[in-house]
Structures are given as structure tokens and as C-alpha cells.
């Protein structure tokens, strides 16, 4: 019989050299030469801004879906000189933002934040924050589906055609359709935009409110998607804009109501239902920015 | 006023001591041990190490243990413990025509070079529910038997002397490491049974059923399905000898499917090939079937748009870790998104009112 019992070992080596037990992993858990692969797919990435660079994504504690497609990015990007943000529907404290932020505590002691202006890199799940991003910020976005022509055409070896022939017609038609339905483009969230003039991509599920911000930033961002093994970015100072027709402009409604605690009226709020009588309270979903605006 | 909820970070800290509670259960029965589940659940620590593509029993078993027996939580465990592993090197391909064979049987043939063994199996027993195994009563004793230690060919190679069967072609094709490179489409046919020997048995069950009751029908026969230990061998560059570093168990299966000929090929049978970790039937039979079903362009088939013959939606579902993963996702707060919605569905709906 084979002895491999490597649990054993990992307790051995806790109790004779006295670490705590997350380092026995590298620094931001990847090994190097996973970072060194990723950080090829993200320089890649960059240079042509909006393709979907695929990457050969690693099998992360946490699930798919979960925001390991971001997590993957972080951690090739993460220093130990950086700052570390991570943001849920825009709140530092829903449970999967607690959960990462800890991942990256307990493997690699960063120093972390919930100060927007104080980061150096943020993680994002379905938010980009009301204060806007600053140059040498790196902004990670976690991406569950990162082709915007899937809803048309599921077949990735059909996408990746239309994306090199830039055969977006579909995708407009698409959009005409939902007007000619309803008066409106039926999009409210991962509202597809074109980056650089050249590709549609897919802005991981924010709300279309935020899409403009997403436009000629001077922060770098990123956007993984681990289960879809994608990876794709938008260079500092580029054009992104939401995809429109000139008689139909895009509109990046939001709630008309100002936030219940800070006031604000140009922040995206959260609805919450306040009374069994459906009595309904809007608030920011931007903790961060409301503490701040509240503490004024 | 309405505070937002706060404080998730104690609230995940009691879940998990919840969860570690009921794990346990009562604390007046005997803890369950590793040993334990390693020796009496092997099929479910076979199908862990199988899906977890991580041949280690007490892993296995420590997974099991930890995820309550959901096994689709304990392949994530390995999965995740997996890709942690240096990789020091390839080893060679298993030889499984030198298999120590615990059950060999083949559908096809009455009688074959090697015989029918038919092992430990639940075929032909009674679905009946033993209540003996209640009260842990007596265990027949199974009569003893040297292993077998000479070879046995595999079945499909009468076949293919006859010419009968399409025959297999070796491309010299380094194989890609489907763990260590993205998958891309179209894949070959090394990536695809990389990929489907490490999908949900479930999947792969249900699809070859479906080319059974004919979405892309395919009669198979079981040509061959052997169990038994194959040795893993590693050749150690600096000193250039090859050395036997482990034994394992691992299923085969060669199914032998018809295929009436085209204008440029005579009628032939082909083969589907099913291997997995472990004694697996169910899952290495299931393999044989789709990858057969998957191979219908390289034979020239039709292809009848069945859901076994798409290799993009097979290969692109087929992984129970990245199912899951991305379905139980959606108990992760949606708020911002559910808004965003709401708001649209309210502006539809106003305009609708005006208009009317």
C-alpha cells in the first residue's frame, strides 16, 4: 500500500516550525509560474483592449462563480506594497466580499481597505464606486459570463467568428427588437458596450448606471472570469461606450428617490423593503461613499 | 430608520461553527474514522478520486468525511487541494493490457483468450435490502483465488486482426493537460476523454442514455469492461531509468458500436473508450457511449444535432465543479441587479398603463 498521507505532513509542519497554517501556500495563494501565466493573459489583454484572452484558470477554494475568475487576477497583481479593497453589490460587508477579503488576509497580509481613495487594487462584484478611480488604481471585476453575444449565439466557436469579423449585427438587431417590443433596450445590468471601437464585450453584471464610468478612466481594469477561462481588460484613458442608437440614446436610469441615509441623488441605491406592509427605504449600495457622505 | 445589515463577517463565522457541529452529529456515536469510509464506501472514494482526478484514498476519504458524504463537495475539495500539487513530471501511459484484472467481461464474446472473470460486482444480485448488515452479521467468506497474474488481451484486438474494427491510429500527439491549458474548440480527441474522464458521472450517465433511446442512436456492445491495478510508472530524467511509482485501480471500457460504411469506408464496427480512476462501470460505460456519440464527424456520420454529438455543449457542461459552482452562485447577493430590473420592469409597465 502506497503512503501518501500529505494532511499529515501539513500538520508536521505546523507544529515544527510554528507557522500559522496559511503559510504554508504562496504568497496570494497562486504559485508563481500560475501568476507568471496570468500575467501574460492580462499584458495580452491590455494590448488589445476588450478581447477575450483565454487563460488556463486554476481551481480556487472558493467556487466557480464565486469571483475566482477575479480572484486569479488579484493575486497575480497583488504586492505586498498594495491595498487591498474588496466589494460586493458595491458594500464591503455582503458575505462573499468578507469572504475574499479574508482570503487575501490569511494569504498574503495585505493590508486591506474599504476606503475607495486609500486602495491601490479593488475587487468588484456587480459595482464600480461613486467616487471615481484614480490613476494606479487597478480595478478587478468579477465576470460570471464574459461573452456578450452568448444570450444570441451559445456556441464559443461561433462567437469568437463573429468577434473577429466584428459581425455585430445581431447584437443590434437584438436591440431594435426590445424597442420595437417595449420602448426600451431590455437591458438593465451587463449592458454590453464597444471598448477601443473595435469589440462588444460584456461589463460583468454592473448595473447600466455605472457603465459610463467605465469610460476613458484613468485606472486600469480588469475583468476574470474563472469558470469561462477569460480574460479581458480596458487600458487607462480608453473609449467605452454603451451601445445605442442615435434616436434611442442610452439611458443609465436608476432608482428616482435620494439615498435614505446620506441624501445623496445621483448615487445607484438598493431597494429595501422596510415593513410587512411592503413600505419600501432606498439606500446606496456604495457603503463606503455613504458613510463618508453621511459622516460629512 | 433602516440599518443596513451589517456584521457578515460573524454571521460566516457561525455558520461554519453550525456546520462543523452538525457534521459531527451526536457526540454518543463513535466518531467516524478514515479508515473507515476509505475501506467500506470505496465507491464513493473511487468516484471522489475519479472526478477530483487526485488518485489518493485518504484524501478521498478525509473530503468525504468533511462535506457530510455530499461527494460533489468533496471532488471540489480535492479539486481544490489538487491544483496546490507541484508537477514534477509526466508519467508514461498506463499499459492497461498488463492489468491485474479483478473482473474482466466482455458482452460480445462467449468465450475469450483470458475468460469472463466477473469480480466484485452488484450484477445479478437482488435488490433486496440486507437487514443482517443491521446487526453487522456474518460476511460470507468469498473463496480464495490466486490473482491472476498473467496478461490478458484486450477483446477489441480479435476485431481489429479481422480488420472489422476501425483501427486506431497513433498521431504521436503530445497530449495537452486540460488542467494546465484553456480548452478550446474544436478540442481533439485526447482533451475530450480527459474532459469526460473527469465529468459528473451523472452527466455522462444521462447522455449516453440519451443515445440509447436514439438522440444520435448507436447500438453499443460492451465489447470489454475490466477492473483491476495497473502500475504508474515515472521515468526519472537525471538518472534515465523508468520506476514503478504507484499501483492503482482503474476502469475500461471498449464499447463496439456499428456503423454501416460510407463510399469511402466498408462497413466496419468503431469503438468508444471509457477509463476512470476506480472500479466505476456505470461511468466508464457511460464514457465509451459519448465519446463514441462525439466522434461522429472523424467517422463521417450525420450529424443529427443530438446533444451527445455537440462536443461544445458536452465538454462545456460535463465538469459537476464548475456546474455547481456557477448554479449555487446565485444565492450570492443579486441586490444591485434585482434593482436595476425592478426599475425597468416599473418604466415598461408605466408606459404600458399610458399607452392602454
Known amino acids: 500500500m502506497r503512503k501518501t498521507n500529505n494532511v499529515i505532513k501539513i500538520k508536521d509542519f505546523k507544529v515544527d516550525k510554528g507557522l500559522p497554517f496559511d503559510q504554508e501556500y504562496n504568497f496570494a495563494y497562486l504559485d508563481e509560474n500560475t501568476k507568471k501565466m496570468i500575467r501574460r493573459a492580462i499584458i495580452k489583454a491590455l494590448c488589445i483592449p476588450g478581447y477575450q484572452v483565454p487563460f488556463a484558470s486554476r481551481e480556487m477554494p472558493m467556487p466557480y462563480g464565486w469571483g475566482t475568475g477575479g480572484v486569479q487576477v488579484t493575486a497575480s497583481c497583488l504586492t505586498k506594497r498594495d491595498t487591498l479593497k474588496i466589494i460586493d453589490q458595491g458594500a464591503d460587508d455582503t458575505t462573499n466580499a468578507v469572504s475574499i477579503r479574508n482570503f487575501f488576509k490569511k494569504t498574503s497580509n495585505i493590508k486591506t481597505t474599504e476606503i475607495t481613495e486609500k486602495a491601490t487594487l479593488i475587487q468588484t462584484r456587480h459595482r464600480i464606486p461613486e467616487t471615481p478611480l484614480k490613476k494606479k488604481q487597478i480595478f478587478v471585476y468579477q465576470v460570471p459570463i464574459p461573452e456578450p453575444l452568448a444570450f444570441l449565439e451559445p456556441k464559443v466557436s461561433e462567437t469568437i467568428k463573429m468577434h473577429s469579423l466584428s459581425e455585430y449585427g445581431a447584437m443590434h438587431v437584438k436591440l431594435y427588437e426590445d424597442i420595437s417590443k417595449n420602448g426600451h433596450i431590455e437591458t438593465a445590468y451587463a449592458y454590453p458596450v464597444k471598448t477601443n471601437d473595435r469589440y462588444i464585450m460584456d461589463p460583468s453584471p454592473i448595473p447600466k448606471f455605472d457603465n459610463p464610468k467605465m469610460n476613458n478612466s484613468p485606472a486600469i481594469q480588469l475583468f476574470g472570469a474563472g469558470r469561462e477561462q477569460r480574460i479581458y481588460a480596458i487600458p487607462p484613458y480608453t473609449k467605452v461606450k454603451s451601445l445605442d442608437f442615435e434616436d434611442y440614446p442610452f439611458d443609465p436610469f436608476k432608482a428616482e428617490h435620494a439615498c435614505d441615509i446620506c441624501g445623496s441623488k445621483n448615487t445607484y441605491l438598493d431597494e429595501i423593503i422596510v415593513d410587512d406592509a411592503g413600505n419600501k427605504s432606498f439606500i446606496c449600495s456604495d457603503t463606503d461613499f455613504c458613510n463618508k457622505r453621511k459622516n460629512k | ?317 460535463c465538469d459537476n465543479i464548475q456546474a455547481t459552482g456557477f448554479l449555487e452562485h446565485l444565492k450570492l447577493p443579486h441586490y444591485v441587479d434585482f434593482q436595476s430590473e425592478l426599475e425597468l420592469v416599473r418604466r415598461i409597465r408605466k408606459e404600458y398603463e399610458k399607452n392602454k
Open chain 2, 1 to 317: 430608520m433602516y440599518v443596513a445589515v451589517k456584521g457578515g463577517e460573524k454571521a460566516i463565522e457561525n455558520a461554519h461553527n453550525w456546520l462543523s457541529e452538525i457534521r459531527r452529529g451526536d457526540v454518543n456515536v463513535p466518531n467516524l474514522e478514515i479508515d473507515q469510509i476509505k475501506e467500506q464506501l470505496t465507491l464513493s472514494v473511487e468516484r471522489v478520486m475519479s472526478e477530483g482526478s487526485l488518485y489518493d484514498t485518504d484524501l478521498a476519504a478525509l473530503a468525504i468525511k468533511q462535506s457530510r458524504g455530499d461527494l460533489i463537495e468533496a471532488i471540489f475539495l480535492i479539486r481544490a487541494y489538487r491544483t496546490t500539487l507541484p508537477r514534477f513530471g509526466t508519467s508514461p501511459p498506463i499499459k492497461t493490457e498488463d492489468m491485474v484484472c479483478m473482473r474482466r467481461i466482455s458482452a460480445t464474446y462467449k468465450d475469450i483468450p483470458g475468460k469472463q472473470k466477473l469480480g466484485p460486482t452488484f450484477d445479478y444480485t437482488h435488490r433486496l435490502l440486507d437487514f443482517s448488515l443491521l446487526a453487522e452479521g456474518n460476511i460470507p467468506k468469498a473463496e480464495k483465488r490466486k490473482v491472476l497474474k498473467e496478461k490478458i488481451p484486450h477483446v477489441l484486438r480479435f476485431l481489429n486482426k479481422e480488420g472489422l474494427i476501425q483501427k486506431e491510429k497513433n498521431n504521436n500527439y503530445q497530449p495537452k493537460d486540460i488542467t494546465r491549458n484553456p480548452l478550446e474548440f474544436p478540442a481533439n480527441r485526447s482533451e475530450r476523454l480527459q474532459s469526460l474522464s473527469r465529468a459528473d458521472e451523472g452527466f455522462l450517465l444521462a447522455l449516453a442514455y440519451s443515445t440509447q433511446r436514439g438522440y444520435a442512436r448507436n447500438h453499443a456492445f460492451v465489447g470489454e469492461l475490466r477492473i483491476g491495478y495497473v502500475k504508474v510508472k515515472y521515468n526519472i530524467p537525471e538518472l534515465d531509468i523508468e520506476i514503478d511509482i504507484a499501483e492503482i485501480i482503474v476502469t475500461e471500457c471498449e464499447s463496439v458500436n456499428q456503423f454501416q460504411g460510407s463510399k469511402k469506408t466498408p462497413a466496419q464496427f468503431t469503438r468508444g473508450y471509457g477509463l476512470t480512476f476506480g472500479q466505476l462501470e456505470r461511468k466508464a460505460v457511460s464514457m465509451a457511449l459519448v465519446d463514441r456519440a462525439l466522434r461522429w464527424k472523424e467517422i463521417g456520420e450525420e450529424f443529427v444535432g443530438a446533444p451527445a454529438q455537440d462536443e461544445e455543449f458536452v465538454l462545456s457542461h
